[in-house]
Each structure stands twice: as structure tokens, then as C-alpha cells.
């Protein structure tokens, strides 16, 4: 399949999102496949709206992108935050930078800052959609398309799972979309600022996320596993292109 027969698949899956699981919204942490689907939600005019979630601790530059997005493209981008007391009661208790003294508080950490306000984000929604790739990571390998997040109660949709990242570059490059200036400098995967390194040549995408745990652990609980799968439901028919 080509890149202009994928991207013709990928708008077909989001039109029929926008039409039968409204409200819809992109969970968008600004990534480089996050752009592509801003992009495509944008130029083709759907009904998809867009959040993101400000932890407290992302880059600047990410910050950058999401101002120049609003500039660009005229989007609305709903902004959620965590708790302030609960990240002060966190931070009381174990210090700023706890997440490196182990898993536990490294989820602790997201749970507070990533997974509550995703919560509130996904209230009374129709559907999510992200920007995730089977290739970005071993625990995305088996990454279905669309799947039903049982955490949430609703369906969720992952239109660029079969994506390479060459794919993505070839798109944004194609379209001149922007993306994040930390990709340049060796960031292919983005969270936040203290939880995120450049990568050597040769590594793995996700390796500077998380890089003093071990590879099956890098998640921060925005994407549980196992949800149950809508391969074989009712809704799988209605975004097959």
C-alpha cells in the first residue's frame, strides 16, 4: 500500500469516527504522528476535537508547537492540567523529581499528571483517537487499530498503527506540516522534559523515554493493556475504509 492510499485510508477511519462516535477527540501530546492527524483533521474540515495534556513539566518547545498549531491552523486545543494539590501532596511526600527513584512513583507521578486529567478529557466523549504505532515500541507491537478502552467506557481508535515513521516524516515533509523542534535534535518520541532524552543512532524510538527503566515498563498508563479489542463488535464495521 502506498503512503497516498494510507493517508486516503486513515481520512476514510476519521470521517466515519466524526460522523458516528461524536463527540471524537485526538488525545495529542504534539508528537510527529499526532501532527499528521492535527493536519488531516484540519485541511479536511472534521468534526474531531483536539486536547492535550499539560503536565506541569513539558518542554518548551512543545509548548511552541501548540501555539504555533493554534496560529496555523485555527484549532481550538483543550488544555487540561492536573490536580494542583495532588501534584503538591506528591511532591511534599517524595520530592520533584521522585520518578527516577523507582516504577512505582515514576507512575504515581503519571497517574497524577497524565492519567486523571485524561479522565476528565475523555468525559462524556464519543470516542478517543491517538497517534500511536505498532513500531514505536514492544509493548505497541500487537496494537490493533481500534479497540475498546473498558478504563474510559468508550471506543478508541489508533488510525496510524500500521504507519513506519517514514511514513510520518514522508508526510509532514510532503505537506510542510510542523512538528516539534526537538525531533531535530534527536527526540523521536516526546513527553516530559525530565523524563526525556535524545536518542543515539541506532536505538529504539521509545529509548529516551523513561531510558533508567527497562523496555517493558515504558508506559505512563495513558494506554493500558489489555483493553478489549472491537475487532469482532459492531463498531469495527463502521470504520473499516
Request: charged fraction near 25%; aromatic fraction near 8%; glycine fraction near 6%.
Amino acid at each position: 500500500m502506498t503512503l497516498t492510499q494510507r493517508t486516503d485510508a486513515v481520512v476514510a477511519t476519521l470521517s466515519r469516527i466524526s460522523r458516528e462516535h461524536a463527540p471524537a477527540v485526538l488525545a495529542s501530546s504534539f508528537g510527529a504522528e499526532d501532527m499528521v492527524l492535527v493536519d488531516l483533521i484540519a485541511h479536511h474540515v472534521l468534526s474531531i476535537g483536539v486536547f492535550t495534556l499539560d503536565t506541569g513539566r513539558l518542554p518548551e518547545e512543545t509548548h511552541t508547537l501548540i501555539d504555533r498549531v493554534r496560529d496555523c491552523y485555527g484549532l481550538a486545543i483543550d488544555v487540561f492540567s492536573p490536580d494542583a494539590s495532588r501534584v503538591e501532596a506528591f511532591v511534599r511526600a517524595n520530592g520533584v523529581n521522585a520518578f527516577y527513584s523507582g516504577v512505582d512513583l515514576r507512575k504515581r507521578c503519571c497517574a497524577i499528571r497524565k492519567t486523571e486529567p485524561l479522565a476528565r478529557a475523555l468525559s462524556g466523549k464519543g470516542a478517543w483517537i491517538t497517534g500511536l504505532r505498532r513500531e514505536q515500541s514492544v509493548t505497541r507491537s500487537d496494537l490493533p487499530a481500534s479497540e475498546f478502552d473498558e478504563a474510559h467506557g468508550l471506543p478508541k481508535f489508533n488510525p496510524l498503527a500500521e504507519w513506519s515513521e517514514e511514513d510520518v516524516w514522508t508526510y509532514l515533509r510532503a505537506r510542510q506540516v510542523p512538528y516539534n523542534a526537538l525531533h531535530d535534535r534527536g527526540y523521536p518520541s516526546i513527553g516530559c522534559a525530565p523524563c526525556t532524552r535524545a536518542v543515539e543512532p541506532g536505538e529504539d524510538v521509545r529509548a529516551g523515554r523513561w531510558w533508567w527503566e527497562d523496555p517493558q515498563h515504558k508506559e505512563c498508563g495513558l494506554h493500558r493493556r489489555p483493553v478489549g479489542f472491537v475487532r469482532n463488535a459492531q463498531p469495527q464495521e463502521a470504520i473499516t475504509p
